[in-house]
């Protein structure tokens, strides 16, 4: 798939975001049918059922058709019910995600777009993500892209589990905490053979001033005020509070309940963000 920058998101100019689509209405159901079919389609006539099964396996979709009858798993992708269509494409990418076709990814993006759709192929094409603000959208590509492999892995899944069709805020919470650990604990904790983020931010809290920021230290505003904070110590203060605010972690702890949307979706701008800033090299040992 072509990736188009998501400040160029057509949908932005067509549509305001208050009136996106969470389903799918009428007018965007026949064309991703369509869309699906053709996907499906081998040849003259002939379907590829070994896929269009374990659609079916994955959206909980039955079979359209008797036992006997050729294409019957085929069908029951096609006539999916309107409120399961979302979750058949999105089943469709999952379970082809290593046999993608760009030209056809992008057909489903421009039905999307067109159609005023609130979701959009991610930029890998795995799977249908929320359509959200343009430059989190580009952050988010951007670092993927650039970082440490498996930093960047995690981030995409928890990318997925926050904006997909169905959200998990806790799954979201844990992979962000996971990537941020990923790229801060070789840099703070090089000898330690059981790294953890938790005793890394304990490392950073204790002696902040062997770390520094490609940003000079703020100084006092006026005569008379306190010194703030430096750089580095506001940097470190995210790590912790990314830490301090995961009480999905351990069950049994008096703080322990499950964490909201709105904390999953904080807690991975804050780990997208620290992890550009160390595979960036801005922040760093003095």
């Excluded at 993500?129 to 892209?145: E, G, H, I, M, Y």
């Excluded at 830490?243 to 964490?259: K, L």
């Amino acid at each position: 798939m072509t990736a188009v920058s998501p400040s160029d998101d057509p949908v932005i100019a067509l549509r305001r975001p208050e009136v996106l689509y969470e389903g799918v209405p009428d007018h965007v159901g026949g064309p991703l049918r369509d869309w699906l079919h053709k996907r499906l389609l081998i040849g003259r006539g002939d379907y590829d059922e070994s896929t269009a099964q374990m659609v079916c396996l994955e959206a909980e979709l039955l079979p359209h058709g008797k036992w006997y009858d050729s294409g019957r798993y085929h069908n029951g992708v096609r006539f999916a019910p309107q409120e399961k269509l979302l979750r058949t494409v999105n089943a469709y990418l999952k379970v082809t995600r290593d046999r993608k076709i760009s030209s056809a990814l992008d057909g489903l993006q421009e039905i999307l777009t067109r159609g005023g759709s609130a979701y959009r192929v991610d930029i890998e094409g795995r799977c249908l993500v929320r359509r959200v603000d343009p430059s989190a959208q580009a952050l988010k590509d951007l670092v993927v892209t650039n970082a440490d492999p498996t930093a960047g892995a995690l981030l995409q899944q928890a990318w997925e589990a926050c904006y997909g069709l169905s959200p998990s805020p806790d799954t979201t919470y844990g992979l962000a905490v996971k990537a941020v650990e990923q790229v801060i604990c070789p840099h703070v904790s090089p000898t330690n053979p059981q790294p953890t983020l938790f005793k890394s931010r304990d490392t950073l809290l204790r002696d902040p001033s062997v770390w520094e920021l490609a940003i000079q230290d703020p100084k006092p505003r006026k005569a008379g005020d306190p010194t703030p904070a430096t750089s580095a110590e506001r940097i470190i203060a995210l790590v912790d509070l990314l830490c301090s605010g995961h009480v999905s972690r351990h069950t049994g702890t008096p703080d322990f309940r499950a964490q909201t949307q709105e904390e999953a979706e904080t807690a991975l701008t804050l780990a997208i963000t620290i992890v550009q800033l160390v595979s960036a090299g801005s922040f760093r040992r003095r």
